[in-house]
């Protein structure tokens, strides 16, 4: 087999299963590739004339068969440079991976076309997501490209745009009273009584691995040569998991060595408990205070795996900012006068930049690369009319059971 | 010189200039490239390895240097295939050009970052522009990027969420009491006292030369072997145009050869100039009675260059087809099914579609192709506070010089 299943823990091999996360041990499983045989036909030269979409890395991808893919065209997304701010901010480069012009809007177009791709590959045709928004409409967006059922739940104040999205590309859409976590639990709960195919964050292999193309890409992009830092916004936390297996799989394949990147972790102050923690140097703790910052992919106070997370940013050498919405928003204006359009997550990593500029922990002459992870356009303030909300699943099949009627 | 201005008239060759659109003649001035020249670098096997952009085709773009590119990655979008729909209507093929995937998310795009490449060429760094709201976005996307100054003139009903690109780009944006040409009529009261380059449809060369780019794009990525039939959702024309001049070049470059496509201009009801003269079989005249369709791009009762476009449609065995709102909705939906973000402009192809396989204006076995010209999400009923709305360039001035007091 081309990929299988291991334990991060015990390291036991298992045959690849889509919703197998955890192993008997209690470690967490995550997919294993034959790398001597990728590394075969994975090679700088091949990739030349290759699909431009995260697909180029085929070989990296839990997907056997090209017939399961489930495609609209994601990855490969510019890498934009800023030169006169890198100048004035005496960096050696500042660039902006521009992950809004993926299909949906969004980074989560990678993560979706992963997991519907495994979902078709093994049969399963209802799947269901929590989400903050953004996720949720790729899911929708990529179930229509694959004639699956999808069931879209968001938290009550999701942005109106993002779940007009999800109504538009066919989801049957409910909004939950509660956060991205409570969402969760309601496909829990009603998991087997629907037959749903759960893709939240991190409860099947396909979206982290389909994230992890984020860095394979950047170092093509980069001529094999990647930034000494990653500036990137951090809510669920699998698109820093995910870059970091590509460049751990990358180096494996020797196609990049010395330094890994420094990983930073901007959050939105309010609901920072990856930030927090590496502040106080401490053990991750889920946040179990009032979450005050606005809806966006950062809003996430319980982390499903924050120990990964932690580790890795620790690894890197990297750290973790929290910043407030007004240098939020003062980075959205200052990225859309480069011609980037920035969502708040994506404006967070400049202000996450700025601070860490100012304060030194990125010194003069280090070359720079931050996400834009989605498109400002998605959080207008504006609000989707006629979309149901309900407190958990019961609530949910009732409604279910009287519009069937 | 690779390039120069002839015109269409009496054929008479002069140096470019980028503003200069008509002879001594009175006939109109287009873009000339030594084809010759073009066609020693331009060959399918040397594109392989070149930027995916709109770029990659340099040679048929009017720009000397390559330094003076103004780039935010734009073009090269994918070409999706609906396999499904295309069996349940008996087309031998249906693809989606998805222009919604373009940096601002339209079609827009690749004229603006033509038009400000040409500007920064010539040393012109203050754009004005009128536009039903995608092409002002983009051009202040792209003056962004350059570090240029732009102002952006939209109709007073303009959908908010464009509005808010033009500000969030940093382009001084006002909306105007009419339609798109009098926000036109604006920015000429005013281009000598203010020194602003227009680059309105067909005001200047380098919009309609980079929407050419589609024309390009479309051959190379079908292997250049074109479709039967191509739905354009349509307002001023440029995109037509400029597909028209690309196949023309394409033709001569011996890079296709064959019937070129049947080209269909879709309107909206309420709006259709060209539609209508097309069903009528008589020569263009602008629409002169009241505008009743909603603001998209569509919506342009005065097309600077109607009689080309007619000409384009009639010599390609084209037609025109007019859709209802009805229409647009269901169409924006099926096409949501599918996964693809439509815009009413590129709800409106499908919908034309449907019309032209009912009534067997369209074969069974044809391939055709349609353009989804710009995002979904830019149409949301949302409104942008705070932007002045003004009748005209004296109460535009009046405007202007209280604010920098």
Known sequence: MRFGLQCRRCGKQKPFEPAKTTCACGGSLQVAYDLERAGRTLRTDALH????????????????RSAHIVSLGEGWTPLLALEERARDLGLGALQVKCEERNPTGSFKARGASAALSVARAHGLRRIAINSNGNAASAAAAYAARAGMEAFAFLPADCPGAIVAECVQYGARTCLVDGLIHDAGRLIREGRDEQGWHFIGTLQEHGRAEGKKTMG???????????????????GGGSGIIGMWRAFAQLRALGLIDGDLPRMVSVQAQGCAPIADAMRSGGNYVPLRGVVT????????PLPPDGEQLLAILRAS??????????????????????????SPEG??????????????????GERVVLFNTSHS???LPWRMEGVPCVKNYAAWRKLDQESAR
Chains 1, 2 share one sequence.
């Open 317 to 342: 050498g990297g750290t973790g900012v929290s910043v407030s919405e007004a240098e939020i928003a003062d980075g959205a204006r200052e990225l859309g006068r480069c011609g980037v359009s920035a």
């Open 293 to 300: 910052s606005p809806p966006t992919g950062m809003r996430v």
């Open 377 to 379: 356009g998605k959080y």
């Open 216 to 234: 394979l890409e950047l170092a093509e992009q980069l001529g094999w040569r990647l930034p000494d830092v990653i500036v990137y916004p951090t």
């Open 49 to 64: 004339g290759r699909v431009h979409s995260m697909w180029r890395y085929a070989e990296l991808l839990p997907v056997e």
């Open 347 to 364: 404006a967070a990593t400049w202000a996450g930049l700025l601070r860490l500029v100012d304060s030194g922990w990125i010194a003069p």
